[in-house]
């Protein structure tokens, strides 16, 4: 069949509620494309305004994460949409026949289609449906983003083509605000997209019921189950954001531009940051002041009697020198070549000191008085008392 006098039909790729995609020829420009046929107008009073609204919405949006739309039309009272070929599968392919990916292979997706979903929020775009089976995989597995066949427009104040109170998306993966019936908005994508990477990771979405009722009260109340509690080997900075990603209220969730960027740097692995590099020790022109560098932080041992910090509390250098306070310390060497002056003034003083105690006790000494010496030929006084006479 050829569509338009230009796109002619191959064979079928899937078929959903609204339409059939296929597989094409772009004989004017000779490519492969894909085209997405509007079943009936009639089925659904909406099918043609969402179609409509797809080819709008990822019309407006030119990333390497989204599905691009090429071309839309009418042909023989059916709707067509000309979109970017994909040669891969879904992800809900990829579910279907590994069951789980590693840990690297998800923070790939993560990161894309986190970079796929901030180009769209960019644009004031808001998907509403992303699951496994609108996250395609490119021939070289790169995530690409389709299907915004329900999305809407953010500054669009109907919220979408839905009737009030009518929820659209897929319980699976439904935010707790939209559960509420509350207008979507970027942070519930995210948290879409943190459903499918838990499901991506251990195999099964984080929440389950026997009715989409019961799926949609666990969003709004159950705290999802970590996955390394499921035999996930995942790390720990990997589980806490993903966790994040599941936040019940949408303030606490990270951006689609944050994640992107945290996912491909390899935080995910939780790689410590290196330290900065210790600056040269420091002294001041005051002797009484000494500095050693800057603070360092140890790792103290519980005391349970002194009331020290208990074990793997950390504090600063100044903070531990305080709290030793009353031990002795070992002076340092820069505080001995401080010192050193003081001590030898001291000591040059207490020389100076005793050298004027023995010029004084020699001078002052009675050997050495100034009394006369005796006359030639006088009669020296004996050194006993003197015999007093009588009358």
Excluded at 21 to 46: C, F, H, N, Y
Excluded at 143 to 153: E, L, Q
Excluded at 259 to 265: L, V
Excluded at 335 to 363: D, I, M, N, S
Aim: proline share 8%; net charge positive.
């Amino acid at each position: 069949m050829l569509i338009a006098g230009r796109y002619r039909l191959h064979t079928t790729l899937g078929r959903g509620a609204m339409g059939e995609v296929w597989r094409a020829q772009d004989e004017m420009i000779g490519r492969p494309v894909a085209v997405k046929l509007l079943l009936s107008q009639d089925a659904d009073p909406t099918a043609a305004a969402r179609f409509r609204l797809e080819a709008q919405t990822a019309g407006r949006l030119n990333h390497r994460h989204v599905v691009g739309v090429l071309d839309f039309g009418s042909f023989e009272n059916r709707l067509f949409l000309v979109m970017e070929l994909i040669e891969g599968d879904s992800l809900s392919h990829v579910l279907a026949t590994a069951g789980t990916l590693s840990a690297e292979r998800v923070a790939q997706i993560a990161a894309q289609a986190a970079a796929g979903l901030a180009a769209a929020h960019q644009q004031g775009i808001v998907h509403r449906d992303i699951k496994p089976g609108n996250l395609m995989l490119d021939a070289d597995g790169s995530v690409k983003i389709g299907d915004f066949g329900i999305a809407r427009f953010m500054d669009d104040p109907a919220g979408g083509l839905t009737a009030t109170g009518q929820i659209v998306g897929t319980s699976l993966y439904l935010a707790p605000e939209r559960a509420l019936g509350k207008t979507a908005g970027p942070p519930s994508d995210m948290y879409s997209l943190g459903c499918v990477l838990y499901q991506l990771l251990t195999g099964r979405p984080p929440f389950q019921g026997g009715s989409a009722v019961a799926i949609l009260h666990h969003h709004l109340d159950t705290a999802p189950t970590p996955p390394r509690q499921l035999g996930v080997e995942l790390p720990p900075a990997f589980e806490n954001y993903l966790l994040g990603l599941l936040a019940k209220q949408p303030e606490d969730r990270p951006t689609a531009q944050q994640a992107a960027s945290w996912y491909s740097t390899g935080a995910w692995q939780g790689r410590p940051e290196p330290l900065p590099a210790a600056r040269p020790a420091q002294h001041r022109n005051t002797p009484d002041l000494c500095v050693v560098g800057p603070a360092t932080t140890y790792a103290l041992p519980s005391a349970s009697s002194t009331g020290a910090p208990s074990a793997g509390a950390t504090v600063t250098r100044g903070a531990a020198a305080g709290h030793h306070s009353r031990r002795r310390r070992r002076p340092g060497v820069a505080e001995l070549l401080t010192q050193r002056p003081r001590a030898v003034g001291a000591a040059a003083g207490a020389v100076v000191f005793l050298l004027a105690v023995l010029v004084g006790v020699a001078w002052f000494s009675p050997d050495s008085s100034s009394a006369e010496t005796p006359r030639p030929g006088a009669e020296s006084t004996p050194s006993a008392s003197p015999t007093v006479k009588g009358p």
